[in-house]
């Protein structure tokens, strides 16, 4: 059981009221836009998929202080905690703390971890105040979204530093997690930047004999977000830090070279240090933690060739991992798609390429692979 309060003013809210939704008809609860089938803004009723849509009033009055939490809003999926910190989420059964055929993307960045590529829900946290929407697809999208796609995707979209002006305070307290958040932003001509700090803090589970699990746990972050630029060509430089020795820094960006063609970029660094506080423990592989790469880049373009033809480029580079050592690896892949048929508007891909490199840079050793494949 949660209890949740909100106080704050907000100068621009872009997620409709419940009551403005009763107003709408069958028809207009359809145009719902969405972009995480096809990459392109559409409606929900003409999307080619199965698509379920969590909207940032059902996770209010849901009372999620999670995003593993406002997941269990979708019926296309299998949510699991599995302690009192950690969740085990994906689609189509076969569920386990370490499941890794769910693709998870933020505003389209994926989110997967190098070391097993799934998911670490508990080091996952945004202010859910922040969400817009989260888009869930059921059924595999390898053919457009590439690694990861093969059970669903998982879309979480969040509201722009411009959308956010003001101040927000909201505080929970259950007998699972207590969660303070502040946030204030301020809006300019061309865009808006926002700041927030949250701190959580998680009671321990018990076992099935009633004695204590030792899981507890408590987290506090801080972090910002600018945003600025027209939404064909927007640019995001995002920072965060937590209690202790990690922090980061994140950018990314779009560009409309022309109206035709259309270039995404971003880029991720990270420093982080763990250590055990005093009468602490780890349930679970103390190797792992803190085992992230420093650095990783991505780079997609999308060119539509003709009114027919799309042709998308994508590149992934990812630093190694130190312990367990995963080497630092480079993807590249490619996707050509036209119309389903010739009496037909609808685009399918015709042909999708992959290529795969890692590279092992160890001392006194030197190792390189590669694979490719097309279908």
């Given amino acids: 059981m949660t209890a949740t309060g909100v106080a704050g003013a907000n100068a621009a809210q872009a997620a409709p009221t419940v009551a403005s939704l009763s107003r709408l008809s069958i028809e207009e609860l359809a145009d719902i836009e ?13 999307a080619a998929a199965s698509v379920f849509v969590i909207t940032a009033d059902e996770i209010r009055r849901f009372g999620a202080t999670t995003l593993a939490e406002a997941l269990r809003l979708a019926p296309n999926l299998q949510v699991a905690r599995v302690n009192a910190h950690s969740h085990a989420i994906t689609a189509r059964g076969f569920n ?44 595999p999208g390898g053919a457009l979204w590439g690694a ?40 300019f001509s061309n865009g808006g930047v926002r700041g927030h700090a949250k701190h959580v ?59 035709r063609w259309r270039v995404g970029a971003g880029a991720v660094l990270l420093r982080q240090r763990f250590a055990f ?15 992230d790469p420093e650095l990783q880049f991505s780079l997609r373009s999308s060119h539509e060739l003709s009114n027919d033809w799309t042709l ?5 580079a990812v630093d190694a991992l130190p312990n367990p050592s995963v080497p630092s690896h480079v993807a590249v892949d490619a996707r ?10 609808c685009r399918s891909p015709v042909l999708t390429c992959s290529t795969n490199s890692t590279r092992s840079s160890a001392p006194h050793r030197a190792a390189a692979k590669s694979a490719a494949a097309c279908r």
Wanted: aromatic share 6%.
């Fill in 312 to 316: 998308d480029l994508g590149l992934r």
């Fill in 201 to 259: 803090r998680g009671e321990g589970t018990e076992r099935a004999d009633g004695t204590a699990a030792a899981d507890d746990w408590e987290r506090t972050q801080a972090g910002f977000r600018a945003d600025w630029g027209r939404s064909e060509s927007a640019w995001t430089l995002q920072g965060d830090v937590y209690e202790g020795h990690t922090y980061g820094l994140e950018a990314w960006g779009r560009v409309q070279v022309h109206d």
């Fill in 34 to 46: 969405i972009s995480s089938v096809s990459k392109r803004p559409e409606r929900l009723a003409e």
């Fill in 277 to 291: 506080a005093p009468g602490s423990a780890d349930p679970g592989l103390s190797t792992s933690g803190g085992n």
């Fill in 148 to 187: 990861n796609a093969v059970n669903g995707i998982i879309n979480i979209l969040t509201r722009s530093a411009a959308d956010t002006a003001g101040t927000l305070a909201a505080a929970a307290a259950g007998t699972s997690e207590d969660v303070l958040t502040l946030r204030h932003g301020l809006r």
């Fill in 336 to 345: 050509l798609a036209g119309p389903c048929n010739a009496a037909s508007s």
């Fill in 96 to 139: 386990s703390s370490s499941a890794n055929k769910l693709l998870v993307m933020i505003d389209g960045r994926s989110v997967y971890t190098p070391l097993h590529a799934g998911v670490f829900w508990d080091a996952l946290d945004v202010v859910l105040a922040d969400v817009d929407r989260i888009e869930v697809i059921s059924g």
